[in-house]
């Protein structure tokens, strides 16, 4: 009997530990990005709206998540919420002006089929690649990642943005992609 309430201990933390650290334990793939996502959606509902989401790394605190999001973009208030280590903390309120005749909700995106971080997480996965294949870099590390959406509301013209580092420093590289995944151009 105390050998089966030791295994139940240690089954209940082992499923404990491996479910810990939530966002910030996501890789730098379409996989991490899209549980990332369903983290975002808990969080402030499949419907939210965004002008800001960005998704860093640090090695020593995993990634961390800064998103400026609003459930009611009519409001024209939102919240600048961060996530570091898995907890979720707002650091400030913002109220927004939007041109005269406009909705604040033209100059937001949501996370859906148009805009997702599973397709920026495929392409951090590819500069990844490219790096490696291009600069003989053997560990590429994200430093960051965003979706870049533009002040005018145009979604035809946001952008995914990927920011990588070798692994032990040095140069950072970003590559800037359109919706659909092509590569408009890398700096570094």
Do not use: H
Not at 33 to 62: C, H, P, R, V
Not at 113 to 125: A, F, P, R, W
Not at 131 to 159: C, Y
Request: net charge neutral; hydrophobic share 35%.
């Amino acid at each position: 009997m105390k050998i089966l309430k030791i295994t139940i201990i240690v089954v209940a933390l082992i499923t404990l530990m491996a479910c810990g650290g939530g966002t910030s334990k996501q890789p730098a793939n379409a996989e991490g990005f899209g549980a990332i996502e369903k983290e975002l959606k808990s969080k402030f509902g499949d419907d939210a709206y965004y002008t800001n989401l960005t998704i860093a790394y640090d090695k020593s605190l995993g990634n961390w998540i800064s998103a400026t999001v609003t459930q009611d973009p009519e409001s024209m208030k939102m919240g600048e919420w961060l996530s570091t280590q898995g907890s979720w903390k707002q650091e400030s309120e913002i109220s927004l002006e939007v041109p005269k005749g406009t909705k604040a909700a033209d100059f937001m995106y949501q996370l859906n089929d148009k805009i997702n971080l599973t397709k920026l997480g495929e392409l951090v996965e590819k500069s990844s690649k490219q790096l490696k294949t291009e600069k003989n870099i053997e560990n590429p590390t994200l430093d960051m990642a965003f979706v870049k959406f533009p002040k005018n509301g145009d979604i035809s013209k946001t952008e995914y943005t990927v920011r990588l580092k070798p692994e032990s420093g040095g140069t950072s590289f970003t590559f800037y992609y359109k919706l659909n995944g092509e590569l408009i151009k890398m700096d570094f």
